[in-house]
């Protein structure tokens, strides 16, 4: 099917070197550094916030949290490298947020802390993918959304807005 699961290690994990080569993100808004699991319907990864990001400099200040809407991002990268897996030549294609639906954030996300993004698939088809998203600190479930993320073949994605 595609050459991710190659890249997984004895554990079935995925290094933050081996996510970079399957979805097009890169430091400093990577929002994930390990793929603990992957199924055709599961991601389960993992984030950890020291507290010496740039973007806790200045939310809050003297009260550092994680921003609601890069709690979404990372859930939506993981989202990403789901879809990614299940698609055919995933390379020829961009995966990009289409719709979020019944975001909630239930508690703040204060550093050090490792984030868990999980996501189960519902749907999936050539055009796109419907996930339901968690986001965990502990056993506490911190933010969860309902994903839509459309597929497009990425030349023509690329050449419609490149000026």
């Not at 010496?52 to 939310?59: I, N, R, T, V, Y």
């Not at 990268?77 to 979020?100: F, G, M, P, S």
């Amino acid at each position: 099917m595609n050459q991710i699961n190659e890249l997984k290690n004895a554990k079935g994990e995925i290094n933050r070197e081996g996510i970079k080569k399957i979805i097009p993100y890169q430091e400093p808004f990577l929002f994930m550094d390990k793929v603990i699991s992957l199924s055709n319907n599961k991601i389960i990864a993992v984030k950890e916030l020291t507290g010496k990001e740039d973007f806790f400099k200045g939310h809050f200040v003297d009260f550092p949290i994680m921003p609601g809407a890069l709690t979404v991002e990372g859930m939506g990268q993981a989202a990403t490298l789901l879809a990614r897996n299940n698609i055919q030549n995933h390379q020829e294609k961009d995966v990009l947020a289409y719709k979020l639906k019944e975001v909630k954030f239930m508690a703040p996300i204060v550093p050090p802390a490792e984030v868990r993004f999980e996501l189960e698939l519902i749907a999936q088809d050539e055009r796109g993918v419907i996930l339901q998203g968690k986001a965990f600190v502990k056993e506490i479930i911190v933010a969860e959304a309902l994903l839509m993320l459309a597929i497009v073949n990425k030349a023509e994605f690329r050449a419609k807005y490149t000026k």
